[in-house]
T-cell receptor, first 116, second 115 residues
């Protein structure tokens, strides 16, 4: 079974703090994604990566950065946390791009972040 | 621009009755369509997908979805709802212009199944 793990289920931080959210997948997937989930807005893509050291901006990258130094690990960084970044953060991974028979993203359990 | 719409924020169904959760899409070319489910305080779980082939797709937990090209819809269905089906359901379409397999999600539909 594919397993995507996230370093924390719940996190409370103060405004201005630097926040690291870690995601690890154990299936050797090339693609990894960070989303935030807010009520009524669904999932919005923050950043994604389709290879080590590669990253691309998603729909809402402002205030975030990412790091992918190893294939299995994709980190989301909030350089200076703000209250409007309070949200549920979901990490996902998927196998080789453009492989039609394997087109599925697998999600981690999520990190609920509260910024005070 | 590619997009997905889930017109209902909430669907209420009695246990044992059939359920439908609606999804419409707008894409260029042939769509890759997905349904995911999220139980409380959990991540998203994959239910089913349509890539090509038979318009009726069967997935996990007895769910199925029908791809209708003329109506640009991909509604999720189940013949007999269970209380344990109560969850948040997301429809998604793959962005075919993006090599990284990016998905575009609808806003989600809360399904409530009452005994």
């Amino acid at each position: 079974d594919v397993k995507v793990t996230q370093s924390s289920r719940y996190l409370v931080k103060r405004t201005g703090e630097k926040v690291f959210l870690e995601c690890v997948q154990d299936m050797d997937h090339e693609n990894m994604f960070w989303y935030r989930q807010d009520p009524g807005l669904g999932l919005r893509l923050i950043y994604f990566s389709y290879d080590v050291k590669m990253k691309e901006k998603g729909d809402i990258p402002e205030g975030y950065s990412v790091s992918r130094e190893k294939k299995e690990r994709f980190s989301l960084i909030l350089e200076s946390a703000s209250t409007n970044q309070t949200s549920m953060y979901l990490c996902a991974s998927s196998p080789v791009k453009l492989a039609r028979d394997r087109e599925t993203q697998y999600f981690g359990p999520g990190t609920r972040l509260l910024v005070l | 621009a590619q997009s997905v719409a889930q017109p209902e924020d909430q669907v209420n169904v009695a246990e044992g009755n059939p359920l439908t959760v609606k999804c419409t899409y707008s894409v260029s070319g042939n769509p890759y369509l997905f349904w995911y489910v999220q139980y409380p305080n959990r991540g998203l779980q994959f239910l089913l997908k349509y890539i090509t082939g038979d318009n009726l797709v069967k997935g996990s937990y007895g769910f199925e979805a029908e791809f209708n090209k003329s109506q640009t819809s991909f509604h999720l269905k189940k013949p007999s709802a269970l209380v344990s089906d109560s969850a948040l359901y997301f429809c998604a379409v793959r962005d075919i212009y993006n090599q990284g397999g990016k998905l575009i999600f609808g806003q989600g539909t809360e399904l409530s199944v009452k005994p």
